[in-house]
């Protein structure tokens, strides 16, 4: 009857468990990348009363005869099936289509979570919804990134000011007529960035020397001569025969103080090059210098990368968000604020990134949600409550069954 009593006992401590468990998953339904657990029971050691036994000549075989001591939880694991999508439009929010891990920092100890509700601190990094520092690899001035490299914070402020460069090549297209008279011009202005960021006008002033010759003069504000070029064109197709190179020219700015320096003048080759034509003068100028620009907005691509949108107009990639993955995520161990840590079980951290070995690609703008399913939490914990009330059905009974022994000597 002892027995019968302790097994109801493990039967109360498990289902209690049990419904700690649910309650935790229902009370987290709406905590972002949160994921359910449940419960595994196993039976306990069994008493054996007697040995299996073999038969012998013409003696039957007897079996064991054991009594279960109870039930015990084997294991609690977590599902890590993906939650629903809530659309938010919010940058910062992002949220991993399959199976992986962001990685961050807390007080210098790597952790992992599926809560992708990430700001900025008043350091400009990026930083989950705990205060966890987002792992990643910032991009190097010259574009390139390294994501087989260590870990860093992400930093926006990095790259919070585009320093401004200087115009090196100025780019024309189109075509001078071939009706214009010897001696008659053609005029077109453009703008040159210098190299403290500063706009200067530039006029470029092609005069028609003889019918397939022509000069091509360049000007700054003040009307000082920057230079010349003889252009040659072609007398049966138009084409830009001399120069084969692009002639360069010099500016000195004349309000900003910026350096001198020097840009060429692309007339292009081929189709695509400056041309002589019976039709009107058409020339289009492009240039590449660029004006000093903010950090004014940015965006994450499905590759996790962090890409700037400057006050000048101008894009650029700034750091790329790390994603980890591990053999047996059912391994991890919680830690709280939805942050997971590595076990023997779980095994290393395997960092690269979004899209490699299942991780699924980064989707912006949106936030996973619980995958609690309601519905089965609540089927889980009534078969909490009777497993419960059972287990104290039994202790009950066993109770009874003690006080009628005890009344035997009266």
């Known amino acids: 009857m002892m027995r019968s009593m302790f097994a109801g006992v493990s039967g109360l401590r498990s289902h209690q468990l049990m419904l700690d468990v649910v309650s935790n998953n229902i009370a987290n339904v709406n905590t972002t990348g949160f994921k359910a657990s449940r419960v595994l029971f196993a039976d306990t050691l069994s008493q054996t ?27 609690t694991s977590a599902t890590f099936t993906t939650g629903s999508l809530q659309l938010t439009d919010r940058p ?56 087989t490299g260590k870990l860093t914070d992400l930093t926006l402020s990095t790259y919070a000011q585009m ?10 297209k189109g075509a001078l ?25 530039v006029q470029l002033r092609f005069t028609k020397t003889s019918s397939t010759d022509w000069t091509a003069e360049a000007f700054d504000s003040t009307g000082a001569s920057l230079g010349s070029a003889n252009l040659v064109f072609s007398a049966s197709d138009g084409s830009l025969v ?46 590449n210098g660029k004006e000093a620009g903010e950090l004014r907005d940015f965006g994450i691509s499905e590759m996790g990368v962090i890409t700037g949108r400057y006050s000048n107009g101008m894009m650029k990639d700034i750091a790329q968000i790390a994603v ?18 590595s076990s023997a079980v779980s095994g290393d951290a395997q960092v690269g990134v979004a899209g490699e070995n299942a991780t699924g690609a980064i989707k912006a703008g949106v936030l996973e949600m619980s995958n609690v399913d309601l519905a089965r939490e609540f089927t889980d914990m009534i078969l ?3 497993g419960f009330q059972a287990s104290s059905r039994v202790i009950t009974t066993s109770d009874e069954m003690i006080q009628e022994l005890v009344n035997l000597k009266r």
């Open 49 to 75: 009363l007697r040995n299996a036994a073999g038969g012998a000549f013409e003696t039957t075989s007897v079996n064991p005869l054991q009594v279960g001591l109870g039930v015990s939880v084997k294991s």
């Open 384 to 386: 909490a409550q009777r």
């Open 177 to 201: 007529s071939a009706g214009t008279a010897v001696g008659e011009t053609v005029e077109t202005l453009t703008k040159v960035i210098d190299g403290l960021g500063t706009e200067n006008q």
């Open 324 to 341: 980890a993955h591990f053999n047996n995520n059912e391994g991890l161990l919680k830690q709280g604020e939805t942050h997971y840590r």
């Open 242 to 287: 001399t120069p084969t190179t692009p002639p360069s020219f010099t500016l000195t700015p004349p309000v900003s103080g910026a350096q001198t320096f020097s840009f060429t003048l692309d007339m292009g080759t081929g189709t695509n090059g400056l041309h002589q034509y019976g039709n009107s003068s058409s020339l289009a100028l492009e240039q």
């Open 92 to 147: 910062l929010d992002t949220a991993l289509s399959g199976d992986g891990f962001y990685v961050v920092d807390v007080a210098g100890d790597q952790l992992y979570t599926r809560a992708g509700s990430f700001a900025l601190d008043s350091k400009m990094k990026i930083v989950d919804g705990a205060g966890g520092l987002v792992q990643g690899w910032m991009f190097a001035p010259d574009g390139t990134v390294s994501t």
């Open 163 to 172: 320093p401004a460069t200087a115009t090196s090549t100025v780019s024309i």
